[in-house]
C-alpha cells in the first residue's frame, strides 16, 4: 500500500452522541419525522461543530505579487509540471510490504524489493490534527508512552497519533493486515440505501444521517478529497475493515459500499432538492410563521449545503475543476497544501514538487503563485473546461484568468455531465508578467456580444427552429460576481451570481440569484434573454461604454442518453463574455463569465431563413463576423 504519510482514523462510533431513539445510518431507514417527535434530530449540525470546515478568504487578498522569486514563474516549471518523474508514472514511491511491515522504495522497472509491478491496496484516512508530536503541541505526560506504527525501511519518525481522539496503533495494524482490496476509510454505519422520491419524508432523516456521517474527519481533510477523487470505486470500511453492505428497499445486499455509491446517493439528493426547493420557498414565503414549513425550507438548505461543502456534490459531478472550489472547505497544516494536496487530480506536480526542482527552496512558493502555475497548467491543457466555471466572489484584478477557491461549476442545461463532453478548442492561452504579478493572454476569435445576442434571439423565434428547441433559448449565460473598480482605487458592486437582494440593477435583480452556496441558474428561455439584454445595457453605463465580446473557447457535442449510439447529437459552442478594464485600446480584458449556445438539434443545422448569419451563430473559420484577436485578461 501507499507510503505512511498518513494513519487511520475512525474510533469506535459514541452512540451516546446519538440523540435518543435514532438509529440512523447512511441515509438508511429514511421515514418522515413530525416536528416535536420523540425522535427529532437536533436543531444544530452536529458535524460543523465536531469536524468544522476550514474558513478560507476566498478573494480581496494583500498579496504582492511583484516581491516573489522570478523562479515561481520559470517558464520550465510550466512545461514540466506534467512529466513523469524517473518513468515512475502512477506508481507509488513506496508500498508497505505487509507480513514484514517493511516499507519498499520504487526502483526503475516497477520493482519493489523481491516484487516487480505487485498488485496492491491503498487506504484513504487523515492523521495530521492528531500528531501528538506536531511543532507546538502541548505535550501531556499521559501520551509519553503512545508509540507510533512500527514501519521498518525508513529513516523518518512514524507520527504518534493520540489513541483517545482518534485510534490506537493496534486499530491501524487489525486494518491493514485485513485490507486485501483497493478501500477507503471513513466512518459509517453498516447500511446504505436510496432515498424515496417523497421529499418531505426523507429530508429530516437525509440530514440527520449526513450530519451523523461528517463528524468523522475523514470529510474535512483536505488530501482525503483528492484521495477520493483519484478512486472512486474505492469502498468504505470501519475500523474493523469489514465489508459495509447495501441495504436497498428494506433488503441486505451482499455488494460492498463504495465511495461511488455514495456519491449516487448524494446526486439523488442533489437532484431533490433542487426539485423542491423552489415549491418550498413558495411556501414558507406564503406562511412564514408555521414552524414546519420553516423547517422543511431549513433542512433542505442544510442537505444541500453540507452535500457541496463536505464534497460529495463535486466527487459525484467528476468534474477536477469543481473540486478545487470544495477544497477551501478542507482543513489543512500547511496553506500550500491547498495547491499541493489537490494537484494530482489535474495529473499536475507544481512548485517545489516538480519534476526536477526538488533542490529549491520550497518557501519560494506560497498558495498564491501556485494558483498561478496551476493556473497556468490548466488553461494550457484546458482551454474549454478551465473556464466553464464562475466566481461567487469578485475575482481580484488580474487574477480572472485562472480559478481560484470561489470558482462554482454551475449545471448546465445539456444532457451530458461536463466531464463526460469531448471538446475541440478554437483558441489558446498563455500567460505574461505584468508588473509582477501573472496575466492571462488569449489568442482566438471575438465577435460583439449585440451582435451575437441577436442572433440568439432571432433563432429563438424562427419558425424552422421552433418546435426543436422547445421553448427554450439556444443559449446559457452564466455569469461571474463582479465590482466595477475606479481609478482612484474604489470599486462599486456590480452585481452579484450569489446574492440577488444586493444587486444594483433593478433590470438584473431577480435574475442573478439567491442563496449563499449555491449558484441558482437562469433557467434556458425568455429570462436568458432578458439577461443578455440587461447585462449589454448595464456594461455600457457601468463600464463608460467598454465593449463587450465574446471570445469562441471551443464546441462540443452533447450526447443524448436516449438516443441510438452513432446517431445525430446537438451541437454547441462555448463562449468566453469579456469586456475591458478602460476605454483605452491597450486596457486589459476582464472576464465577466461564460456562455454556451445551441447551434445544431438532432444533426440539423438551420438554413440562413431560419436564422440571420448562421455563420455567426454556427461559427465557420471563414465567417468574417468573427474577428482575429490576442490580448491580456484577467
Same mark, same amino acid.
Given at each position: 500500500?501507499?507510503?505512511?504519510?498518513?494513519?487511520?482514523?475512525?474510533?469506535?462510533?459514541?452512540?451516546?452522541?446519538?440523540?435518543?431513539?435514532?438509529?440512523?445510518?447512511?441515509?438508511?431507514?429514511?421515514?418522515?419525522?413530525?416536528?416535536?417527535?420523540?425522535?427529532?434530530?437536533?436543531?444544530?449540525?452536529?458535524?460543523?461543530?465536531?469536524?468544522?470546515?476550514?474558513?478560507?478568504?476566498?478573494?480581496?487578498?494583500?498579496?504582492?505579487?511583484?516581491?516573489?522569486?522570478?523562479?515561481?514563474?520559470?517558464?520550465?516549471?510550466?512545461?514540466?509540471?506534467?512529466?513523469?518523474?524517473?518513468?515512475?508514472?502512477?506508481?507509488?514511491?513506496?508500498?508497505?510490504?505487509?507480513?514484514?511491515?517493511?516499507?519498499?522504495?520504487?526502483?526503475?522497472?516497477?520493482?519493489?524489493?523481491?516484487?516487480?509491478?505487485?498488485?496492491?491496496?491503498?487506504?484513504?484516512?487523515?492523521?495530521?490534527?492528531?500528531?501528538?508530536?506536531?511543532?507546538?503541541?502541548?505535550?501531556?505526560?499521559?501520551?509519553?508512552?503512545?508509540?507510533?506504527?512500527?514501519?521498518?525501511?525508513?529513516?523518518?519518525?512514524?507520527?504518534?497519533?493520540?489513541?483517545?481522539?482518534?485510534?490506537?496503533?493496534?486499530?491501524?495494524?487489525?486494518?491493514?493486515?485485513?485490507?486485501?482490496?483497493?478501500?477507503?476509510?471513513?466512518?459509517?454505519?453498516?447500511?446504505?440505501?436510496?432515498?424515496?422520491?417523497?421529499?418531505?419524508?426523507?429530508?429530516?432523516?437525509?440530514?440527520?444521517?449526513?450530519?451523523?456521517?461528517?463528524?468523522?474527519?475523514?470529510?474535512?481533510?483536505?488530501?482525503?478529497?483528492?484521495?477520493?477523487?483519484?478512486?472512486?470505486?474505492?469502498?468504505?470500511?470501519?475500523?474493523?475493515?469489514?465489508?459495509?453492505?447495501?441495504?436497498?428497499?428494506?433488503?441486505?445486499?451482499?455488494?460492498?459500499?463504495?465511495?461511488?455509491?455514495?456519491?449516487?446517493?448524494?446526486?439523488?439528493?442533489?437532484?431533490?432538492?433542487?426539485?423542491?426547493?423552489?415549491? %418550498?420557498?413558495? *411556501?414558507? #414565503?406564503? =406562511?412564514? !410563521?408555521?414552524?414546519?414549513?420553516?423547517?422543511?425550507?431549513?433542512? $433542505? @438548505?442544510?442537505?444541500?449545503?453540507?452535500?457541496?461543502?463536505?464534497?460529495?456534490?463535486?466527487?459525484?459531478?467528476?468534474?477536477?475543476?469543481?473540486?478545487?472550489?470544495?477544497?477551501?472547505?478542507?482543513?489543512?497544516?500547511?496553506?500550500?497544501?491547498?495547491?499541493?494536496?489537490?494537484?494530482?487530480?489535474?495529473?499536475?506536480?507544481?512548485?517545489?514538487? %516538480?519534476?526536477? *526542482?526538488? #533542490?529549491? =527552496?520550497? !518557501?519560494?512558493?506560497?498558495?498564491?503563485?501556485?494558483?498561478?502555475? $496551476? @493556473?497556468?497548467?490548466?488553461?494550457?491543457?484546458?482551454?474549454?473546461?478551465?473556464?466553464?466555471?464562475?466566481?461567487?466572489?469578485?475575482?481580484?484584478?488580474?487574477?480572472?484568468?485562472?480559478?481560484?477557491?470561489?470558482?462554482?461549476?454551475?449545471?448546465?442545461?445539456?444532457?451530458?455531465?461536463?466531464?463526460?463532453?469531448?471538446?475541440?478548442?478554437?483558441?489558446?492561452?498563455?500567460?505574461?508578467?505584468?508588473?509582477?504579478?501573472?496575466?492571462?493572454?488569449?489568442?482566438?476569435?471575438?465577435?460583439?456580444?449585440?451582435?451575437?445576442?441577436?442572433?440568439?434571439?432571432?433563432?429563438?423565434?424562427?419558425?424552422?427552429?421552433?418546435?426543436?428547441?422547445?421553448?427554450?433559448?439556444?443559449?446559457?449565460?452564466?455569469?461571474?460576481?463582479?465590482?466595477?473598480?475606479?481609478?482612484?482605487?474604489?470599486?462599486?458592486?456590480?452585481?452579484?451570481?450569489?446574492?440577488?437582494?444586493?444587486?444594483?440593477?433593478?433590470?438584473?435583480?431577480?435574475?442573478?440569484?439567491?442563496?449563499?452556496?449555491?449558484?441558482?441558474?437562469?433557467?434556458?428561455?425568455?429570462?436568458?434573454?432578458?439577461?443578455?439584454?440587461?447585462?449589454?445595457?448595464?456594461?455600457?453605463?457601468?463600464?463608460?461604454?467598454?465593449?463587450?465580446?465574446?471570445?469562441?473557447?471551443?464546441?462540443?457535442?452533447?450526447?443524448?442518453?436516449?438516443?441510438?449510439?452513432?446517431?445525430?447529437?446537438?451541437?454547441?459552442?462555448?463562449?468566453?463574455?469579456?469586456?475591458?478594464?478602460?476605454?483605452?485600446?491597450?486596457?486589459?480584458?476582464?472576464?465577466?463569465?461564460?456562455?454556451?449556445?445551441?447551434?445544431?438539434?438532432?444533426?440539423?443545422?438551420?438554413?440562413?431563413?431560419?436564422?440571420?448569419?448562421?455563420?455567426?451563430?454556427?461559427?465557420?473559420?471563414?465567417?468574417?463576423?468573427?474577428?482575429?484577436?490576442?490580448?491580456?485578461?484577467?
Amino acid at each position: 500500500m501507499d507510503e505512511f504519510a498518513e494513519y487511520p482514523e475512525t474510533p469506535p462510533i459514541d452512540q451516546s452522541n446519538l440523540a435518543a431513539e435514532e438509529e440512523f445510518f447512511v441515509l438508511g431507514r429514511l421515514v418522515k419525522l413530525e416536528i416535536d417527535s420523540p425522535g427529532d434530530t437536533p436543531d444544530a449540525l452536529k458535524s460543523y461543530k465536531h469536524n468544522p470546515i476550514a474558513s478560507l478568504p476566498l478573494s480581496r487578498f494583500e498579496h504582492n505579487y511583484a516581491a516573489d522569486s522570478d523562479i515561481v514563474h520559470d517558464p520550465s516549471i510550466q512545461k514540466q509540471c506534467s512529466l513523469p518523474d524517473n518513468d515512475i508514472g502512477r506508481w507509488p514511491r513506496r508500498l508497505l510490504h505487509v507480513p514484514s511491515m517493511t516499507s519498499l522504495e520504487w526502483q526503475p522497472g516497477n520493482i519493489y524489493g523481491d516484487h516487480v509491478a505487485p498488485a496492491y491496496s491503498a487506504v484513504s484516512y487523515t492523521w495530521g490534527r492528531y500528531d501528538l508530536d506536531i511543532p507546538g503541541a502541548k505535550r501531556q505526560k499521559k501520551y509519553k508512552n503512545v508509540k507510533g506504527v512500527e514501519i521498518m525501511g525508513i529513516d523518518w519518525p512514524v507520527p504518534r497519533i493520540n489513541p483517545d481522539q482518534h485510534f490506537h496503533v493496534d486499530h491501524f495494524y487489525n486494518l491493514i493486515k485485513q485490507t486485501y482490496a483497493a478501500v477507503s476509510f471513513a466512518k459509517a454505519n453498516k447500511q446504505a440505501s436510496y432515498p424515496p422520491s417523497d421529499t418531505i419524508a426523507w429530508c429530516a432523516p437525509a440530514r440527520a444521517s449526513l450530519d451523523e456521517l461528517f463528524i468523522d474527519p475523514w470529510f474535512s481533510s483536505l488530501w482525503t478529497l483528492q484521495e477520493a477523487f483519484l478512486c472512486h470505486t474505492a469502498y468504505l470500511v470501519p475500523l474493523e475493515a469489514s465489508p459495509i453492505y447495501q441495504h436497498v428497499q428494506h433488503e441486505w445486499s451482499h455488494t460492498p459500499v463504495t465511495l461511488g455509491v455514495l456519491c449516487s446517493i448524494a446526486a439523488t439528493l442533489n437532484e431533490i432538492v433542487d426539485r423542491e426547493q423552489p415549491a %418550498a420557498l413558495e *411556501r414558507w #414565503e406564503a =406562511d412564514r !410563521n408555521n414552524p414546519i414549513v420553516i423547517k422543511q425550507w431549513k433542512y $433542505l @438548505g442544510e442537505v444541500s449545503t453540507m452535500l457541496i461543502q463536505r464534497g460529495l456534490s463535486a466527487l459525484a459531478s467528476r468534474n477536477s475543476i469543481a473540486l478545487y472550489h470544495v477544497a477551501q472547505y478542507r482543513r489543512t497544516r500547511n496553506d500550500k497544501d491547498r495547491v499541493y494536496g489537490i494537484q494530482q487530480i489535474f495529473d499536475l506536480r507544481l512548485g517545489a514538487s %516538480a519534476p526536477g *526542482r526538488y #533542490e529549491l =527552496d520550497p !518557501n519560494v512558493f506560497n498558495r498564491f503563485n501556485l494558483e498561478d502555475q $496551476l @493556473g497556468a497548467a490548466l488553461v494550457q491543457h484546458y482551454p474549454v473546461v478551465s473556464q466553464m466555471h464562475s466566481f461567487q466572489e469578485p475575482a481580484d484584478k488580474g487574477s480572472g484568468w485562472r480559478i481560484n477557491a470561489s470558482s462554482t461549476v454551475p449545471g448546465l442545461e445539456i444532457n451530458s455531465s461536463i466531464w463526460r463532453l469531448d471538446f475541440r478548442a478554437r483558441c489558446t492561452f498563455s500567460t505574461k508578467k505584468i508588473s509582477g504579478q501573472q496575466w492571462g493572454v488569449f489568442d482566438g476569435r471575438i465577435c460583439d456580444l449585440a451582435q451575437l445576442a441577436d442572433r440568439w434571439r432571432s433563432f429563438r423565434y424562427s419558425s424552422q427552429t421552433e418546435s426543436m428547441i422547445e421553448a427554450r433559448s439556444p443559449q446559457q449565460v452564466l455569469l461571474d460576481t463582479a465590482f466595477q473598480q475606479y481609478g482612484d482605487g474604489e470599486e462599486a458592486l456590480v452585481w452579484t451570481a450569489v446574492k440577488s437582494h444586493a444587486c444594483t440593477n433593478d433590470y438584473l435583480k431577480g435574475l442573478l440569484f439567491s442563496g449563499k452556496t449555491k449558484y441558482h441558474l437562469v433557467p434556458r428561455g425568455e429570462r436568458q434573454h432578458d439577461l443578455t439584454s440587461a447585462l449589454i445595457r448595464l456594461i455600457v453605463r457601468a463600464f463608460e461604454g467598454a465593449p463587450l465580446v465574446v471570445l469562441l473557447l471551443g464546441s462540443f457535442a452533447d450526447v443524448d442518453k436516449g438516443r441510438a449510439s452513432g446517431g445525430p447529437n446537438d451541437k454547441y459552442h462555448v463562449g468566453l463574455i469579456l469586456t475591458r478594464l478602460g476605454t483605452e485600446a491597450k486596457a486589459p480584458w476582464k472576464r465577466l463569465g461564460f456562455c454556451i449556445w445551441q447551434y445544431e438539434y438532432n444533426g440539423v443545422i438551420p438554413s440562413s431563413d431560419a436564422c440571420l448569419h448562421p455563420d455567426l451563430l454556427g461559427y465557420k473559420d471563414q465567417s468574417t463576423e468573427w474577428r482575429h484577436l490576442s490580448d491580456v485578461f484577467g
